[in-house]
């Protein structure tokens, strides 16, 4: 049985007052969450070479592998873009992006020295964003930041419910093309990094969406913390200044979408990283299986 209001006013006005609190998960020297910045500017700011090279274009998706030790660069060669991306393990699709767990470690927005996390049981870094050229974004007046891991990708199920009709080119749709040619389907797709985008939670703490801020150039950058397999869909949104659901909309936002490119380099220096100390993710050492027994066979069950 609910309070009434009186019983709700007269239990709030009784709260004690709540320290400010702090951030569940903050870096301390030697823990996997503390980057070194000094490296990693390094590895930013050192001469590379060029391995791949391709735009993706309006309301579609691709996928690429990159190696570990490599740099992948998306930016923006038109103007403002949100971006879907989804990373797996190259040689494991189980071990995918971890959206959730990633906000509790970073932020509900990410940028540079933040790494890109893995689902259990591997929880390890899939990439470290190096560059971000939206860093500057910091928070507007609405409480918006970029690069959001607050909401996820759109797709025709949700646009169906809510307008009655579906639609194909939806950021899940992109994905789960682009990855069939690397033996995936739509069960390997994952919640995404919404790249460019920006987002935050209102005074009722509902999700919105504000204008990508991007211009033409803007980029974000990753270092490949193992090998990688990526899909990046460019959102049928475009840059969200004329957002909405339903075909009418769909045909207003097309106005305003643009497309993403990919670059892939490797460094000049092919012992940078290794002389620096770097190597790639190691899988989480918990070596438990939940307390849990399990036993090969009636020799290994201990007798009455």
């Known amino acids: 049985m609910s309070l009434s209001p009186e019983e709700a006013e007269a239990r709030l ?3 004690k007052p709540i320290p400010k609190p702090k951030p569940a998960y903050l870096p301390v020297t030697g823990s996997p969450l503390t980057v070194d910045k000094d490296l990693y500017s390094t590895i930013a700011t050192s001469p590379r070479a060029l391995i791949e090279e391709f735009v993706i274009p309006i309301r579609s998706g691709r996928a690429w592998k990159a190696p570990a030790g490599s740099i992948i660069r998306i930016s923006t060669p038109e103007g403002p873009q949100v971006g879907d991306l989804n990373i797996w393990n190259a040689h494991n699709p189980r071990e995918k992006f971890w959206a959730a767990r990633t906000k509790q470690l970073h932020a509900s927005h990410v940028s540079t020295y933040d790494k890109l996390w ?107 913390e193992q090998d990688v397999l990526m899909a990046l869909s460019t959102c049928p949104g475009g840059d969200l200044s004329l957002w909405g659901f339903g075909a009418d909309s769909e045909k207003e936002m097309i106005k305003c979408c643009r497309p993403l490119k990919v670059e892939v380099f490797k460094l000049e220096d092919d012992g940078l990283l290794q002389r620096s100390g770097w190597k790639p993710a190691e899988p989480a050492p918990y070596k438990g299986i939940h307390g849990i027994f399990v036993p090969e066979g009636e020799h290994d069950v201990a007798k009455a």
């Open 13 to 15: 006005k009784a709260q």
């Open 118 to 224: 893995s689902c259990l049981p591997y929880m390890r870094p899939l990439v470290t964003i190096i560059g971000d050229s939206l860093s500057w974004y910091g928070v507007d007046e609405h409480g918006g930041r970029v690069h959001d891991l607050l909401g996820t990708g759109c797709d025709g199920y949700i646009s169906s419910v809510l307008s009655g009709k579906g639609y194909d080119f939806h950021c899940r749709s992109n994905l789960t093309r682009a990855v069939m040619r690397f033996g995936l389907n739509e069960s390997d797709v994952h919640d995404v990094i919404n790249i460019f985008q920006v987002t935050g939670l209102d005074e009722q703490g509902r999700y919105f969406m504000n204008p990508c801020p991007a211009q033409k150039g803007d980029y974000i950058e990753f270092l490949a």
